[in-house]
């Protein structure tokens, strides 16, 4: 059988795979494809049980801050204000876009690791709540620009902890081999933050570590609550620099195939809570304010890309390539990270999986893949075919490779759509050609 991996579907009396109450042959009829459909109701339902988990055991002020990186459009923005959520952003461009989506930029949260000056400038014109420094260099720079202004930005430091969070390669972060943040192991983060302890220019609050991303335990979100405090404490010894922020970042693992089993958001939460509160009763500090940025785990299993077939090829005892009217330009998660999905076909979810296939897209590159060793049914040139759980680091990593128009996103409640962002035409292609 084909396997439903993400939440919010259904068939209706037709057969026909819903998301969110809209069928999804329907919606595809209507707006074309390749389209990136998205369950409001999922991401509402993500957002509440992660802050479930930390009303549940966090007992001092936490944030949930949405990372931009996963999705970023004004829309969804919105909706994630209504829930309560604050937002991480790591760009000019995704901070102009969390603004302009309504959020209030003492909400916002401003990472990178190689901020330009102009946009330091516009984080401070914002009134961002913190900006988070990756690096000495940053710390210079935005002391300077600082100084100029005449105001005083409270800021927060990315570190590494030294933790290998067993993922990826490209998406493991919190290693000491990483150019994100500054390293604990070798005295480099309490020489920053103690150099930014001495300016009068800035207000050192909290620190900040993002292990890595997909994870599925809870465990390694302990380690690094307990390595993290553990610098709290050692940090307060020293002039300056009470740090009373700790940012856990994000990466809480998600379904993209039936043999994934992660950790409820509310129990990942709640374990987030009680690893911090654990450790700071042990350590003898006050708790902390708690701030947590999941991304993935908040959209990614609210999305489906549906998409139509174009061609299948059936090379014998080799493989079989099903060519869809997308590709790398809207998904290239298999292209990079060599990313597994699970396929279902929409018109036909209860047909049984005849084939396993690969399922490839129409660029041109060979590595052009959405995904391989796919369980398919029979499918044909004019078939739709839908790809599960892409509701994160698809839109916002898409390309307009081969001059491809990026696809719309629309998104479902309760059976009602709405268009959130329209099909590029062949114009934007042109936008910015002079
Ligand atoms: N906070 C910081 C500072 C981050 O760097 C990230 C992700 C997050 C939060 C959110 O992590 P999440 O909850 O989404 O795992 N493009 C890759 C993922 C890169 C993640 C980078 N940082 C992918 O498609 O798998």
């Given at each position: 059988?084909?396997?439903?991996?993400?939440?919010?579907?259904?068939?209706?009396?037709?057969?026909?795979?819903?998301?969110?109450?809209?069928?999804?042959?329907?919606?595809?009829?209507?707006?074309?494809?390749?389209?990136?459909?998205?369950?409001?109701?999922?991401?509402?339902?993500?957002?509440?049980?992660?802050?479930?988990?930390?009303?549940?055991?966090?007992?001092?002020?936490?944030?949930?801050?949405?990372?931009?990186?996963?999705?970023?459009?004004?829309?969804?923005?919105?909706?994630?204000?209504?829930?309560?959520?604050?937002?991480?952003?790591?760009?000019?461009?995704?901070?102009?876009?969390?603004?302009?989506?309504?959020?209030?930029?003492?909400?916002?949260?401003?990472?990178?690791?190689?901020?330009?000056?102009?946009e330091l400038e516009y984080a401070l014109d914002a009134g961002v709540r913190r900006i988070v420094v990756d690096n000495a260099e940053e710390l210079e720079l935005l002391s300077a620009?600082?100084?100029?202004?005449?105001?005083?930005?409270?800021?927060?430091?990315?570190?590494?902890?030294?933790?290998?969070?067993?993922?990826?390669?490209?998406?493991?972060?919190?290693?000491?081999?990483?150019?994100?943040?500054?390293?604990?192991?070798?005295?480099?983060?309490?020489?920053?933050?103690?150099?930014?302890?001495?300016?009068?220019?800035?207000?050192?609050?909290?620190?900040?570590?993002?292990?890595?991303?997909?994870?599925?335990?809870?465990?390694?979100?302990?380690?690094?609550?307990?390595?993290?405090?553990?610098?709290?404490?050692?940090?307060?010894?020293?002039?300056?620099?009470?740090?009373?922020?700790?940012?856990?970042?994000?990466?809480?693992?998600?379904?993209?195939?039936?043999?994934?089993?992660?950790?409820?958001?509310?129990?990942?939460?709640?374990?987030?809570?009680?690893?911090?509160?654990?450790?700071?009763?042990?350590?003898?500090?006050?708790?902390?304010?708690?701030?947590?940025?999941?991304?993935?785990?908040?959209?990614?299993?609210?999305?489906?890309?549906?998409?139509?077939?174009?061609?299948?090829?059936?090379?014998?005892?080799?493989?079989?390539?099903?060519?869809?009217?997308?590709?790398?330009?809207?998904?290239?998660?298999?292209?990079?990270?060599?990313?597994?999905?699970?396929?279902?076909?929409?018109?036909?979810?209860?047909?049984?999986?005849?084939?396993?296939?690969?399922?490839?897209?129409?660029?041109?590159?060979?590595?052009?893949?959405?995904?391989?060793?796919?369980?398919?049914?029979?499918?044909?040139?004019?078939?739709?075919?839908?790809?599960?759980?892409?509701?994160?680091?698809?839109?916002?990593?898409?390309?307009?490779?081969?001059?491809?128009?990026?696809p719309p996103i629309v998104m479902v409640r309760d059976g009602a759509v709405r268009l959130a962002v329209r099909r590029e035409t062949y114009g934007d292609l042109l936008a910015c050609?002079?």
């Open positions: 059988m084909q396997k439903i991996v993400m939440q919010g579907l259904g068939q209706n009396s037709a057969g026909h795979l819903t998301v969110g109450g809209a069928s999804v042959p329907e919606l595809a009829k209507h707006y074309g494809t390749p389209l990136y459909i998205l369950d409001e109701g999922v991401i509402r339902r993500n957002c509440r049980e992660i802050l479930s988990g930390l009303r549940e055991g966090y007992k001092a002020p936490f944030t949930v801050a949405f990372a931009s990186k996963a999705l970023c459009f004004t829309r969804l923005y919105g909706l994630l204000r209504e829930e309560g959520m604050g937002a991480d952003v790591v760009s000019g461009g995704e901070l102009y876009t969390a603004l302009k989506g309504g959020f209030r930029p003492s909400d916002i949260f401003f990472h990178g690791n190689n901020k330009t000056a102009a620009i600082a100084a100029r202004r005449g105001a005083v930005p409270e800021i927060s430091f990315r570190i590494k902890p030294g933790i290998d969070a067993h993922t990826h390669e490209f998406i493991a972060t919190g290693k000491i081999d990483s150019k994100f943040g500054l390293a604990l192991e070798t005295g480099e983060a309490a020489e920053v933050i103690a150099r930014a302890a001495s300016l009068k220019t800035l207000r050192v609050v909290g620190i900040h570590c993002h292990i890595g991303s997909q994870i599925f335990g809870t465990e390694p979100f302990e380690h690094a609550a307990k390595v993290m405090l553990t610098f709290m404490r050692d940090m307060r010894e020293k002039p300056g620099a009470p740090l009373n922020e700790l940012n856990l970042g994000g990466g809480f693992g998600i379904r993209y195939l039936p043999s994934h089993d992660p950790v409820t958001l509310a129990d990942m939460s709640l374990k987030c809570a009680e690893s911090v509160t654990a450790a700071a009763n042990e350590l003898g500090l006050p708790l902390p304010e708690l701030v947590l940025e999941p991304g993935r785990s908040i959209t990614g299993p609210a999305g489906l890309t549906v998409y139509t077939v174009g061609s299948v090829k059936k090379i014998p005892d080799v493989n079989t390539y099903v060519a869809v009217d997308g590709g790398m330009t809207d998904n290239p998660r298999c292209a990079l990270y060599g990313a597994y999905y699970e396929p279902i076909a929409p018109e036909r979810p209860d047909a049984p999986v005849t084939q396993t296939a690969v399922i490839a897209g129409r660029c041109c590159e060979s590595g052009d893949v959405i995904t391989r060793e796919a369980p398919l049914c029979d499918v044909r040139a004019g078939d739709l075919l839908a790809v599960q759980a892409t509701g994160a680091y698809n839109y916002s990593m898409a390309s307009n490779y081969n001059r491809l128009p990026r050609d002079q």
